[in-house]
């Protein structure tokens, strides 16, 4: 079975109505031979932050060293985004495994009227995920309710009821009690941990094994004291009987502070975490589309709340800042109560209303009357696509202005798309290349075959709206071009793999085509055919703007694989750097701390010691120095020293990294990187190894920008040989083009590795020539650095590469 049958399968499945009641979902359990388990489960319920707050208690489990799976929904792009196993979304193959095992049993349950809904087919993609992943912990976001949810087939170890307000009352009951008796139950047998007050506290204290209270007074179990807003972060302070934690959280808001404290002690209740773990853990438990800020200038903010309470939260947080006007982007489903809505919201100068592409959005031109009749908004302007209200906003808005998009998750993941979407450029250079290109796209085989006889040397591949596809695919066809698109059969609201393949001239004249489609359809023209151009300017200031810039290592350490313990004393090593810059260095990259397998750890104040002397000396040599570190407390006394450059193994896991680097406006090398201590041996299973690193290196790209950097600032490492195979490494090598779609500066790290026993160098002294060969296909593929042990001979190799690009640059 190939992924696109699987995942239509599984979304053909949302023909079937949400039901109330678990036994549907047990007896899908019984099949896939997961209704018992070992694993403990975290069951988190309420009405607003369950998301968030299920994404804290995985983050902190994590954080403390236990393996976890997290199931939550809805996805923004990609249905495995609701099943993930220590961060990482469930594989195709897994889906495909799965779907194979089950659509015998759907077909059964057929003449009884029984099969199970997608949520059920989800919730049980989630168990067997788990289940042979073997997690410790397995935290699950309830869907509706609590009683009758299908997460409620297992029985939870802990479980937590973030908050109760009206909703779903159609399901769960017309009254705030009933609403919180259904959502209690899932406590019934277990601990429950509960931010939630009044009658719905009272209901959920007669009926859960056992109450934590988590709440802003002294009386609570756990108390919580939000100090407000820290640039990017919410401080927070958090108290129990023999426990205290002041951390700040990547989600911003005073209802994220409560959720802060039922995460820490559902956490609490269910693992052995510290103190620490718990710190560490919220500060590091991102999650998109809450109260998310994706730029500055002006503020322009995701939030996906979609009802009056989560509204009125986005409104107190929205006053934490300082903006002159405010421009709203809102669309919302139809079954939620609008005007309560607009009411909580802040009043706009102007709001544009906007429709997901999803059956059950409400239109446009509905949202704008409610709006009117509310008098939210000075001005309000109907617009139709999310996409197109988003590029209406920002262009009236100005640098002091603020830009919220909100009213569902739906908008905000069509929104999210103008910073995450990757546009991946690709050189056909035979049909059989061309077959595996469109294949990795899910494009089913016959039309790969079919499409790949037509290709030409431009070839772009991105994500788009099945709508939207079908738009850029037509106009595209009618210009001469050749496409391709996945056979997956998404949703409206969801994304669809489209190649295109053609002349530079086609993706010009498709630029102009899709100029008259709207803002958001011209904004995607522009960029595929600046991205089928391939061509960029750099002008940052730093080397690699003229070609491939050469990073000499220097390990200050006893036991790095190759050169540990050459260069222990600050002379030792400072001769060696200026031997690396007599040899052509552009960078000198200190590191304090291997990285090779079995390494120990070394503590901030020894890392310190072995580096700073080191950068002190060597700050003012004719070669910018980087310090290779994953301590943010080492960044930024490397930094003081005068470095210019911070080299993150970790991928900035110390949630400090990234806003160090943005404090001290230097650029920061994010590497993909699995497990934190790094660990270059492990295992890891990858569907395609290149589309996978460049999506989880997409998302820690995020990260520092969101923290001030620009992507000029933003170096990304694909880890050659960090969890990856050598098969794997030398894919990531060959393929290096694909990275280019982060629209940042790409370095590659390959000196004298392991993967090189591929080509029969099975010791680190026998892989100078493979190094030096592997450096001159980087600079080919367009690596801005290099970063190696032996400098004079891979500056020859990314020199004759730059010759052979363009001779005439290198002639008198």
Known sequence: MEYHEAANFLFDLRRYPSRTGVEPTRRLLEHVGVADTDIDIVQVGGSNGKGSTARMVESVLREAGYDVGLYTSPHLDD?????????????????????EDIKPYVRTEMPDGAPPTFFEAMTGLAARTFERAGVDIAVLEVGIGGEHDATSAFAPDAAAVTNVTFEHSDLLGDTIAEIARDKAAIGADAPLVTAAEGEALSVIEDIAASTERVGTDASADVAVRDRGRDDIEQAVVLDGDDWHVETALPL??????????????????????????????????????????????????????????????????????????????????????????????????????????????????????????????????????VEDAVERALAAAGSDDAVIVCGSLFAVAAARRRWTRHYVPTRMVDRGAAVETLRRADVPAAEAARTAGNSVSQTVTTRLRPAVAETVVSEFRRLGGSCAVSGVDAGDNDLTEVVLSGTLDQFERLEGALSDHGAGIARLGAALRSTADGESEGNSGYPWDDGTAVMGILNVTPDSFHDGGRYDTTADAVEQAERLVDAGADIID?????????????????????????????????????????????????????????????????????????????????????????????????????????????????LAEKAGLDREQIIIDPGLGFGKSPAESFELLGRLKAFTALGCPVLVGHSRKSMFGLVDRDSADERLSATVAASALAAERGADIVRVHDVAENVAAVKTAAAASDPEAFTE
């Not at 249905?79 to 779907?99: I, M, N």
């Not at 693992?271 to 919220?282: C, M, P, Q, Y």
């Not at 107190?316 to 079954?335: I, N, P």
């Not at 490397?638 to 680097?661: F, H, Q, Y």
Request: glycine share 8%; aromatic share 4%.
């Open 590 to 702: 200190v590191g304090g701390e291997s990285t090779r397998p079995g390494a120990e750890p070394v503590p901030v104040d020894a890392e310190k010691r072995r580096v700073i002397p080191v950068v002190e000396s060597i700050a003012d040599s004719d070669a910018l120095v980087s310090v290779d570190t994953r301590k943010a407390a080492v960044a930024r006394a490397a930094l003081d020293a005068g470095a210019d450059i911070l080299n993150d193994v970790s991928g900035l896991e110390d949630p400090d990294m990234r806003l160090v680097a943005a404090d001290y406006d230097v650029p920061v090398v994010v590497m993909h990187s699995i497990h934190t201590p790094v660990d270059p041996a492990a295992d890891i299973e990858y569907d395609d190894v290149v589309a996978d690193t460049v999506a989880a290196l997409s998302e820690r790209v995020l």
């Open 252 to 385: 911003l808001g005073a209802h994220q502070a409560r959720n802060a404290g039922v995460a820490a002690a559902l956490a609490r209740t269910v693992g052995n975490v510290s103190t620490a773990d718990i710190e560490r853990g919220l500060r590091n438990a991102h999650w998109p589309g809450r109260f998310e800020v994706m730029n500055r200038e002006p503020l322009v903010v995701l939030d996906g709340a979609h009802n009056p309470g989560s509204c009125a939260g986005v409104a107190a947080t929205l006053s934490t800042f300082a903006y002159d006007d405010l421009h709203l982007v809102f669309g919302a489903m139809c079954d939620k109560d609008h005007r309560g809505m607009v009411e909580a919201l802040p009043d706009a100068t102007v709001a544009y209303t906007c429709r997901p592409d999803i059956q059950r959005a409400e239109t446009a031109d509905s949202l704008a009357a409610v709006f009117e009749a509310v008098g939210g908004a000075a001005a309000v302007e109907p617009v139709g696509a």
């Open 79 to 99: 249905l495995r985004e609701r099943v993930r196993v220590d961060g990482r979304p469930v594989s195709k193959q897994a889906v495909c495994d799965y779907v």
